[in-house]
């Protein structure tokens, strides 16, 4: 019995304390709300909207967080750059065709090749500056030492930001408001915004035609392939390099079509705006378990729905002011809490010791 | 003219001299093989003429072709397949999809299921496991995978590292009579093996490498009656 508590030290106690601390934090102030009816009252349809709003933005990061889970999975680094993919694409193609198109009348003409076209143009301009940076940038870094390619990727998302603030200014440019999604979906009874529907389930067709894409074809086995081991992969006549290159596209076609959803959802797209959903995708990949891509779609929608419903839940119930602008903490405090306690994510597996 | 000819091959890993000036010759049809204790450069060479490493100095060519003009992955249709140290299945992937891979650069539908066909005939065992991710199987069964989806590219040249290393010697018997079945089906083998018993029976010749050196080329025969070869790496005093 001595022994056993011989082998606890102090770090350990500590975190355990850490633990059950948060633990309590959040059972007292979800009790407190939900029981004592702290904080404002809100109706059903009011948390139905806080779920569905936290889905919406929830498959937002989902969507940016398979960038870094397909890079990380074949490179192992971690890609700071890639809210800048993000970025890119929705700013070039908002300035370039949204705007327009909805200047002329035919974005509310024809609302879906409107925007199919916004879509495409977003997802090839983050492609080509995905493209551009692995092949300038990483390429020749990929037998350097991990922290640098790491430091690069910061450097690149700097480079991208002030070169996209020198192209189109450092004003916030509205997002064109289509006429179509104005106004709310009735399903069963709930009411849910219609852009938020859209994103929605935009979100989850790209998911699952990705997941398609890297388990069924025969580029996406080379990518997994290439995943495990390059030498190897060469030697069955894959390209490493093209399926790299290929596995970069991949994630910033993602991040494109993000951005535009993006847009439609806040209606107004700046040069900055890579930064924050960026930083929060990555969180939602490690959640999820970086490398895994089920984990991040799944990391995405969880970090979302907490996001949205956690505030109005227990901070509100612990009587703390303002619970909407402290959501970033709770995003933050749950990869802290992620990478002290499972650091492999929610599904994710432990790392073999190659690649640790 | 031989198939394969290595000629005064250099290769350094940073700044060690891994291959000092070795020259292997392999005529078509034959079971060659290299054998060497630890270190002595026998994965260097067979990662040299792959394409994984470039040599400082020196010649591959495969049927008179340089081969150093082209890639790594290049190679694959060119001819040559590497079964690598170490099996290297996609531990990952499913042992359909690791033959798949085998057979990457093909585009020939009909010929890569006739020679999926041929693969799970060659090892039965595959074929009851094909949907399961490579790294569950045992060791012999990811040698056998590692050899079938070298096969899968249909090569000319197939090279072997250490098939045999950490198997059971049951095992070891079935993967080097598989060896000798693949070879006389007309695909061209250059063995690596610590094993040089087993080595030496299956093969037509063999050279004996030190430390980044040829030292010893004969007929596998020859070598097998060799003093020093039987004292050095057959364990007979």
Redesign the interface.
Known sequence: MSQRFKDIDYIDLLLWLFRAVIIIIVIWGTVAKIFLGRGNAYTADDWIDFFVSGLSQGSLYALIALGYTLVYGVLFMINFAHGEFFMSGTMTATVFVALPLSASGFLDEHPIIGMLAIMLTAMLISIGVAVLTERVAYRPLRRAPRLVPLITAIGASFFWQYFFRGLYGSSLVPFPELAVLQGKYNLFGIEILKTRAVVVVASVVMLVGLYFFVMRTKTGKAIRAVAEDKDVAALMGIDVDRTIAITFATGAAMAGAAGVLYGLVFRQVHFFMGFVPGIKAFTAAVLGGIGSIPGAALGGLFLGVIEAVGPPLFLEGLGIPGGHQLKDVIAFTMLVLVLIFRPQGIIGERLAEKKA | MALLEVTDVHTYYGNIHALKGISISVAEGEIVSLIGGNGAGKTTTLRTI???LRPQHGSVTLNGEDLHQY???????KGI??V?EGR?V????SVA?NL???A??RNDKDGIADDLKRAYALFPRLDERKTQVAGTLSGGEQQMLAMA?AMM?RPTLLLLDEPSMGLAPVLVELIFSTIADINKEGTTILLVEQNAHMALQVAHRGYVLQTGEIVLQDSAKNLQRNAMVQKAYLGID
């Open positions: 792959s394409g994984l890639k790594a992955h290049q190679l694959v249709s397949a590497m690598p290297g996609f531990a990952r992937l999809e798949e891979m085998g990457y650069h989806r590219s």
